[in-house]
Each structure stands twice: as structure tokens, then as C-alpha cells.
């Protein structure tokens, strides 16, 4: 098997070698950008780490699949970026401000296309039901992200709508990215079931860290302007957790901050920060990412694997969890 490290350099080197300068230079210079500014490259590692459980033969059309997935993620980043207003990705300009909304959007829809265009090189083990699996979550993705932009036009949503929403948003991509490598590599359909659930959960920790670390998170190593979240009022779990167990008086002077939209002024972040720890919402995280990142380890326990193969995820699962970008 690959190390991590090894896997790693794997993707970068094929990310490297993608052939994207080409005209029109305002269509293409915007992907090779975002594609250029680095990023955790979780999804076509994951995809690696798990084919790799089962095969050792890393061919161009493995490779092309898993790049597929990170082209696709990166797309949904452009467009996403425009969508929140947001001014840095990995801190750097985001597209949009870079160049414009327009190009932002174009580039975006490239890169959807080329997603498609690189999976279509696939042709080895379950290649149909790889296609069908990569073009479900790409709908779901979409449905994700409407869910999160509807949002944010209400007062309040339940934690069950919160977590269907990121679950959409996020944690099908991730799920996606586990099952695909488990497929190409012919692996038994109860484990590759399993591996889905895993990434699934793995996904669903991974997206309320993000939440944690946009208000708890250090600036220079999260690569994105602390308090977004709490500027924009985004649905994250941590203010979803919040109105659900504030009293009445929090509650309202929750509200109150709420009213001030788009407000990146440090009286509204300190004043929701102060609510939060208050309601001891940072320690809730904690123990809600915890939570989720057993619960992603439970999914794979029995199903097939063995000792060196759940050790493997578990390090992944770990790496995940317990980061600081």
C-alpha cells in the first residue's frame, strides 16, 4: 500500500498536469487558479486511500476519476464564493473578486463540464455505477446549496434541517469520493455500502469543523476571514445549537445581533461569540465533531475490512477531524 504522503504527491503531480491554459485565457486562467491555490485535496485523497485498500495499481483512469471529483468540488468553491459574498478561498482572492461574477460563473460551469469530461475516462470495474453514483451526488450537491442559500432567509431552522442540509451540501461529495474508490477497485458491495456510510459521517464531522473553525479557528492557518459565518447569520451548527437551547433573553439578544446582516463589524462577532460561550456551544462542537467521527468508524467495524484496512481510514478520519484549516 501507499502512504498518505505518498498518495499525496500522487495527486498533486496529476493536479499539475491537467492541461487547462488554453484560450479563451478569462474562461481557463480562472480554473487553473483556483485548481493553483492548493486547498486539502480530501476528496481525490480519500478516493486514492480507498482503492488503494484494494488495489495497488494506481493507473491514469483511477487518477482521472479522482481528479474528476476535485474538479467538481472546486467548482461548487467558485460558485459558492460568489454566492457568500466571500472575499479570500485558501487566502488568496476568491474568483469573483479576482476577476468578476460573470467569468466567476463561466469558469464555474467549465469546470462541471471537465468534471464529466475526466470521469469519462473511466472505463474499468463498475464504471456505470461509478457514473451514476458521481452524477447523484453532483444533483445533491446543487439541492445542498439551495437548501443552505434558503436558509438564510429564516429566523431559525432545526438541527434536523441543518444537518440534511450539509449532508446535501457536503457529505455526499465526501461519501461519494469513499465509494467510488472502493467500486473501481471491484470491492464486495457490502463494504463499498459501508465505506458510503463512512465518508458519509466523516463528511458530516468535516463540515461542522468548518463551522467551528470560522469562529474559533486562527486566521493565518484557516485560510479564510474569521467570522463569515457570524457576519452573513449562515446556518451553521453552532448557531442552529445555539437557538435551540438559549433562554428567552439570549434568544433575543441573538436577534438583535441577527438584524445587523452583513455586518463584519467586531460589536456584532463579540457579541454572538459571548452568547456562544455563554452556552459553552464551542465544547458542543467538540464533542458533536467526536460524536460523528465515531459514529463514521462504527459504519466500516465488521463489514469486512481488516486490522490494517480500518486502521487506514481511522487515520484518515483523524486527520479530518482534528485540523486547524
Known sequence: MYTQDELDKIVENAINSLSIDKEPHNLYQPIEYIISIGGKRIRPR??????????????KSILNAALAIEVFHNFTLIHDDIMDKA???????????????????????????????????????????????????????????????????????????????????TAVLIACSAKMGALMADAPKEICEAIYKYGYLLGIAFQITDDFLDTYGNTSKFGKKIGNDIATNKKTWLLTKCMQIADESQR?????????????????????????????????????????????MEAVAGCGLDSKQLEILAAFANMLTYREN
Open 87 to 169: 472575499d479570500t478561498r485558501r487566502k488568496m482572492p476568491t474568483v469573483h473578486k479576482k476577476w468578476n461574477d460573470n467569468i466567476a460563473i463561466l469558469s464555474g460551469d467549465t469546470m462541471s463540464v471537465l468534471a464529466f469530461k475526466y470521469l469519462s475516462s473511466f472505463n474499468g470495474a463498475n464504471h456505470e455505477e461509478v457514473f451514476s453514483l458521481f452524477t447523484k451526488t453532483a444533483e445533491e450537491v446543487c439541492e445542498g446549496q439551495q437548501y443552505d442559500m434558503d436558509f438564510e432567509n429564516l429566523p431559525l431552522i432545526s438541527m434536523e434541517e441543518y444537518l440534511n442540509m450539509i449532508g446535501l451540501k
Open 252 to 296: 433575543a439578544a441573538l436577534n438583535k445581533l441577527l438584524l445587523k446582516k452583513d455586518d463584519y463589524s467586531q460589536e456584532k462577532f463579540n457579541g454572538v461569540f459571548e452568547i456562544y460561550n455563554a452556552l459553552g456551544i464551542k465544547e458542543k462542537a467538540i464533542e458533536q465533531i467526536e460524536y460523528f467521527e465515531k459514529r463514521a
Open 46 to 59: 480519500l478516493c486514492l486511500t480507498v482503492f488503494n485498500l484494494f488495489d495497488k495499481e494506481i493507473d
